[in-house]
């Protein structure tokens, strides 16, 4: 099955538009029905998966082990599971504004303070996460 605008993911998220994809999978935009917000779904290639059974292992451990790390310098992880066609998905917190691919597309190189700020951040999550 083919993801598209109007499938549900579970009774309560259901997929508003594609947000971004790559090598490994795509990220969508959802609404939460029951918490009326705005949330981010992850899907993992199903190729991929059915490839190497090992990716939904590692997949369900990265929203397992992202779900316990607490620092407003890492997603929040709502749900995951796998849909009825056996595409594993993770439901997170939908962050809104620019990606630094974006930022850097616009306006080019970071000044050296905006790079210690995407750093410093960065290395906060990072911290929370060991």
């Known amino acids: 099955m083919d993801l598209i605008a109007g499938t549900l993911v579970t009774d309560n998220v259901r997929l508003v538009s594609l947000l971004g994809e790559g090598g490994m999978g795509c990220v969508w935009t959802a609404d939460h029905l029951s918490l009326r917000t705005r949330v981010a779904v992850k899907f993992v290639s199903s190729d991929l998966v059915k490839q190497d059974p090992t990716i939904a292992t590692r997949f369900n451990r990265e929203a397992a082990l992202g779900a316990q790390i607490k620092s407003p310098h890492v997603v929040l992880m709502f749900d995951h599971g796998v849909m009825a066609d056996g595409r594993p998905y993770i439901v997170m917190e939908l962050l809104e504004g620019e990606s630094l691919q974006d930022r850097?597309?616009?306006?080019?190189?970071?000044?050296?303070?905006?790079t210690l700020t995407v750093v410093s951040q960065t290395c906060k999550g990072l911290n929370?996460?060991?």
Request: proline letters at 0%.
């Open 104 to 114: 850097l597309d616009r306006l080019g190189r970071l000044s050296t303070s905006e």
């Open 128 to 130: 929370k996460a060991h």
